[in-house]
């Protein structure tokens, strides 16, 4: 049974090790901070949407759940 393994494990090696950078992939939805904070308006949008996440979850929202991220900011920007 071992030695199935280690002959999988050295099978898969090459599909382990062939991708250079298999991760390095570009994501819009999560800008940089120079292209969030470019212009005054940008800001002002920031600050506006970031507000309105916030009191939408924390205040409009009957459910439990959307009030118990807010609190433990798991549903915050990585800003």
Same mark, same amino acid.
């Given at each position: 049974?071992?030695? /199935? ?8 090696l ?17 800008? *940089? /901070? ?7 308006? *940008?800001?002002?949008?920031?600050? /506006?949407?970031? $507000?309105?996440a916030? $009191?939408?979850?924390? $205040? ?8 118990? /991220? ?10």
């Open positions: 049974m071992k030695k /199935r393994l280690y002959v999988l494990a050295l099978l898969a090459p599909w382990l090790v062939a991708c250079e950078d298999p991760l390095q992939v570009e994501n819009p939805n999560n800008p *940089d /901070r120079d292209k969030v904070l470019a212009t005054p308006a *940008d800001l002002e949008n920031w600050i /506006r949407d970031s $507000f309105n916030w $009191f939408r979850s924390a $205040f409009a929202a009957d459910a439990l759940l959307p009030q118990l /991220r807010t609190s433990g900011l798991e549903n915050h920007s990585e800003l």
